[in-house]
């Protein structure tokens, strides 16, 4: 009776252990595979339906490996070269007040821009909101509600998976200072330039994507001046939510 009992037990332990390996599976890869199959098609058909509109695409369409690495380095965007001579954050700020109002704000969890980082070769729809279930679960990078429209004076801010569900923003740790963001919305290209990496600070540190990006938790880190601003968030470290990792930029054309 005893060997019966002990066998049920083992037999019970062994089922509770596939099923979990079977849950992290799907979690961490499945997950993973659909966001990011998900993330590419939404790509391709903003890119499909700017090249049918009167004001035409915002850049030419490229093949995207299943990775979301552009298929070979050929122009501009993909050697990292902005494809206009670059400004200073001051002038990019005073062209965008003068252009006057963007692009017309998209509905809500809508994919309307596309996010490209040549040094991760990272290509990412953005979308209205920052709903987990609505946005950032399908792979997509989500803006903050009531932050500034791309090219706009203020602070353009991003949030995006580190891990599972596509984990569009899983090496932003590895940008630097200088390296380009690049942000298409339908007939307009915007090139922001990485200013600076915060590492570390708390999911309630909402300094960050203020429309003068500032930490409140370490005031030393962000800006003191009115521009125009894109911000990355994301968890950190990995495999946790525990903190938040930030990248900003500024706007050079």
């Keep these: 009776m005893f060997a019966l009992a002990l ?50 695409p915002a850049r030419e369409t490229s093949d995207v490996l299943p990775s979301g690495v552009p298929s070979a380095p050929s122009g501009d965007m993909e050697r990292g070269v902005s494809p206009s001579p670059p400004r200073s954050p001051a002038a990019a700020a005073a062209a965008a007040d003068a252009s006057g109002p963007g692009p017309a704000r998209p509905a809500r969890d809508q ?64 940008l630097r200072q ?21 590492n570390e600070t708390t999911e309630r540190d909402t300094g960050v994507i203020a429309p003068v990006p500032r930490s409140v938790v370490k005031p030393d880190q962000g800006y003191g001046e009115p521009g125009a601003y894109i911000t990355l968030t994301t968890c950190t470290p990995e495999y946790t939510s525990t903190y938040r990792l930030v990248v900003w930029g500024t706007l050079t054309s």
């Design 178 to 198: 200088g390296d380009e963001l690049i942000v298409d919305v339908q007939g307009r290209r915007y090139v922001y330039v990485v200013g600076k990496v915060l």
């Design 7 to 56: 066998w049920v037990c083992a037999e019970v332990i062994t089922t509770v252990g596939v099923v979990v390996a079977l849950l992290v599976v799907h979690q961490v890869w499945w997950t993973n595979r659909q966001a990011a199959a998900s993330a590419r098609e939404q790509v391709r058909a903003l890119e499909s339906e700017w090249a049918g509109s009167p004001s035409g």
């Design 111 to 174: 994919a309307y821009a596309v996010l490209r980082i040549p040094r991760l070769g990272l290509v990412v729809p953005v979308a209205q909101g920052v709903d987990k279930r609505a946005v950032l679960d399908k792979g997509y990078a989500g803006q903050y509600p009531g932050t500034a429209r791309p090219g706009e004076r203020g602070n353009f801010a991003l949030a995006g998976h580190r891990n599972t569900h596509g984990e569009p923003f899983r090496y932003i740790n590895r």
